[in-house]
């Protein structure tokens, strides 16, 4: 499954509503996850099941979509969202990453 | 406190192998399913391998399956990936991850090691 991500990048200001998407070549239900990742770090699971906030995250940002279409939503920016997201399918293997979207300061 | 160390990177010849190990801490490997991914200097996550609790299912991606194989040493908590026959393109920096109970996602990770592949 080939899962394209856009846009690759994204200049924003800080407070603005950030929408990334995830489009799936074929249908994957609802099993989608979102990974934020700052340079030289590991990914953080954001966003799981498509729609489902991971303990922790600030629920400024929120996921949606089935089937073959999908979005991470940032409602207000701050300064620590500046960074490289990533969508991850776990419907079928291999599972696939999206390309990613830069995320950075306008 | 559930932690994840990879280890075992470094610089190795095309057509060699490397073991990279994951020491899980804070849990029990049996009771977590475990994924693989990399990502080559400056690019993108890609996804490697996920790896049942006790170790009887093992997936691959397309790109490492039958050169890349994983196995677990219980006493000592720690999976490991044995690389074989590796290339130019398996450069990268190599994270461990321990999936959530809910999804087929990873919540905590290592903090990586880098294998360099090159003559």
């Known amino acids: 499954i080939q899962m394209t991500q856009s846009p690759s990048s994204l200049s924003a200001s800080l407070g603005d509503r950030v929408i990334i998407t995830c489009r799936a070549s074929?249908?994957?239900?609802?099993?989608l996850g979102w990974y934020q990742q700052k340079p030289g770090q590991a990914p953080k699971l954001l966003i799981y099941s498509a729609s489902t906030l991971q303990s922790g995250v600030p629920s400024r940002f929120s996921g949606s979509g089935s089937a073959t279409d999908f979005t991470l939503t940032i409602s207000s920016l701050q300064a620590e969202d500046f960074a490289t997201y990533f969508c991850l399918q776990v419907a079928t293997y291999p599972y696939t990453f999206g390309q990613g979207t830069k995320l950075e300061i306008k | 406190d559930v932690q994840l160390a990879e280890s075992g990177g470094g610089l190795v010849q095309p057509g060699g192998s490397l073991r990279l190990s994951c020491a899980a801490s804070g849990f029990s490997l049996r009771d977590s399913w475990i994924q693989w991914v990399r990502q080559a200097p400056g690019k993108g996550l890609v996804w490697l391998s996920r790896v049942s609790g006790y170790g009887d299912i093992a997936r691959f991606a397309d790109s490492v399956r039958g050169r890349f194989t994983v196995s677990r040493d219980y006493p000592k908590n720690t999976l490991y990936l044995q690389m074989d026959s590796l290339k130019a393109e398996d450069t990268a920096v190599y994270y461990c991850?321990?999936?959530?109970?809910?999804?087929?996602?990873?919540?905590?990770w290592g903090q990586g090691t880098l294998v360099a592949v090159s003559a």
């Open positions: 991850g321990r999936e959530v109970a809910t999804a087929s996602l990873c919540d905590s």
């Open positions: 074929q249908d994957i239900g609802g099993d």
